[in-house]
């Protein structure tokens, strides 16, 4: 199986390449057109500011294959918000696959905003989460969220519920960082690639 992460300069890679390496699973870091169009699976990380991160995206002519790739898709973090409609995060408009919109979270005495450290995911459904408890605990660090809408497979409360899980026929993506989320978000990868 051909895994390729695609590399535009705003990723986590290393995390994420250690990651499916404890699965087993080799990976090829790539901005190669070709090379991302062969493969059998994607991920689309993504960490940094949205607006730069599209720029990016756009000076590699990626902005226009993303949308049309075929195959299974995983957007992380970052990526996830970039598959959206638009993001308040720099006024950004996104890649639109996901019919929602990326907010800020609301400053609140009650919160600390960006969101840093474990919180659980809720309502899940998709084979992407096989075998995953509803409650389990992700870990997470943003500022921004993707509203609920219709393509949510899991919700997460931060002040108020959002969609930290989207999925959209090929496309998949999660708010929280699996890489980052010990033996959960090892099983939600290894579902990834058994999609």
Same mark, same amino acid.
């Given at each position: 199986?051909?895994?390729?992460?695609?590399?535009?300069?705003?990723?986590?890679?290393?995390?994420?390449?250690?990651?499916?390496?404890?699965?087993?699973?080799?990976?090829?870091?790539?901005?190669?057109?070709?090379?991302?169009?062969?493969?059998?699976?994607?991920?689309?990380?993504?960490?940094?500011?949205?607006?730069?991160?599209?720029?990016?995206?756009?000076?590699?002519?990626?902005?226009?294959?993303?949308?049309?790739?075929?195959?299974?898709?995983?957007?992380?973090?970052?990526?996830?918000?970039?598959?959206?409609?638009?993001?308040?995060?720099?006024?950004?408009?996104?890649?639109?696959? +996901?019919?929602?919109?990326?907010?800020? +979270?609301?400053?609140?005495?009650?919160?600390?905003?960006?969101?840093?450290?474990?919180?659980?995911?809720?309502?899940?459904? *998709?084979?992407?989460?096989?075998?995953?408890?509803?409650?389990? +605990?992700?870990?997470?660090?943003?500022?921004?969220?993707?509203?609920?809408?219709?393509?949510?497979?899991?919700?997460?409360?931060?002040?108020? *519920?959002?969609?930290?899980?989207?999925?959209?026929?090929?496309?998949?993506?999660?708010?929280?960082?699996?890489?980052?989320?010990?033996?959960?978000?090892?099983?939600?990868?290894?579902? +990834?690639?058994?999609?």
């Amino acid at each position: 199986m051909k895994l390729v992460i695609i590399d535009y300069g705003a990723g986590n890679i290393k995390s994420i390449q250690f990651a499916f390496a404890r699965l087993g699973m080799e990976t090829s870091l790539s901005s190669n057109i070709e090379t991302i169009l062969a493969a059998d699976k994607v991920i689309f990380p993504g960490v940094g500011e949205a607006s730069s991160a599209m720029k990016m995206l756009r000076n590699h002519d990626l902005h226009d294959l993303i949308p049309n790739l075929k195959q299974p898709v995983l957007g992380i973090c970052l990526g996830m918000q970039l598959l959206c409609q638009h993001t308040e995060e720099g006024n950004t408009v996104g890649l639109g696959i +996901f019919q929602t919109k990326v907010k800020r +979270f609301a400053m609140d005495k009650h919160i600390k905003v960006p969101q840093i450290g474990w919180n659980t995911i809720e309502n899940v459904k *998709s084979d992407l989460f096989k075998d995953i408890p509803d409650q389990a +605990f992700m870990y997470l660090v943003h500022s921004y969220y993707a509203e609920m809408c219709p393509e949510t497979i899991a919700t997460t409360t931060y002040g108020t *519920s959002y969609a930290s899980a989207l999925q959209h026929n090929n496309f998949y993506g999660v708010q929280f960082h699996p890489e980052k989320s010990g033996d959960i978000g090892s099983k939600i990868l290894a579902n +990834f690639l058994e999609l």
